[in-house]
């Protein structure tokens, strides 16, 4: 009760702000009384409504306890995953921004095929500087800018993250890697070096301790260089390996990918490649000019391919 009044009296002043007149019709600018008592209404309200249902639990929410389970604080409960019978599944993220981080469209895609598969997931990402920051609207690096890739893989991660040097595969059923250009810059130098590149210690060596525990291994788009790199003779895909007119614009990595000893298979975007042999899943995402729910659908082919890998 005390959060629908407060929810009343939040929604009361919003609308008298909506009824407001306009500053810019009929030069009709409202009394400053009027002003400042709107602003100090929604003041004094917002902070307590945030407050009260950071502590209240969730529409329709189902019951928080398991037999022989400890109770939860609503909060806690909100935080902590409910039991599930699933894959324990680790995401590794490379930062926030297709430019400079991992692709937010194929994280949020990954995510909600693991959610609606049952998996239990945790996202990790490094503590590293990235290689630059890349401003989104004009495509070109910001000068003397730096950011963090794990604070910044947070973002998406809605806080819920944790240090990539963290992440052991004895913990997990499946391992899968976003793309972006974070994986060829802040997991890899594969952006800079090519063929040539270094992968990142840490991602190095989980996927090769998924690899050698038998467990699936899922990446998209850019990311499965990181596989071809490590995993000598992996199977991988990362769509056509011709530009097409501009409809693969990066068709040129399917040849890299072959110079790092890994074998290519062409795929369309909807699709998924799976190497049985290395438990390996590859997608190509956003490597071709496409609609997003073609991506949306390859991401989906992938993850349930990596969960039956997963036995799950």
Known sequence: MILRRR???????????????????????????????????????VPRLVAAS??????????????????????????????????????????????????????????????????????????????????????????????????????IARGKISDLAQLRAADHDAAIFPGGFGAAKNLSTFAVDGKDCKVNRDVERVLKEFHGAGKPIGLCC??????????????????????????????????????????HCVKETHEAHVDQKNKVVTTPAFMCETGLHHIHDGIGAMVRKVLELAGK
């Open 54 to 155: 950071m502590l209240a639990p969730l529409p329709g929410s189902v019951r928080l306890l398991s037999p022989g389970r400890r109770a939860l604080s609503p909060r806690a409960a909100f935080h902590s995953s409910a039991p599930c019978p699933g894959a324990r599944v680790a995401v590794v993220l490379s930062g926030c921004g297709v430019y400079d981080g991992t692709e937010i469209h194929e994280a949020s895609a990954i995510l909600v095929h693991l959610s609606r598969g049952g998996a239990d997931v945790q996202i990790f990402a490094p503590s590293t500087p990235q290689m630059h920051v890349v401003d989104h609207t004009k495509g070109q690096p910001s000068e003397g800018e730096t950011r963090n890739v794990l604070t910044e893989s947070a973002r």
């Open 222 to 263: 850019i990311a499965p260089v990181l596989a071809a790199k490590v995993l000598r003779g992996v199977e991988v895909t990362v769509g056509h390996e011709q530009e097409e007119g501009g409809k693969w614009p990066y068709a040129g990595t399917a040849e890299a990918i072959k110079a790092l000893g890994a074998k």
């Open 7 to 45: 929810g009343s009296t939040h929604r009361r002043a919003l609308a008298r702000a909506a009824r407001a007149p306009s500053c810019e019709s009929a030069h009709a600018r409202p009394p400053d009384s009027v002003t400042t008592g709107l602003v100090m209404a929604a003041a004094s309200v």
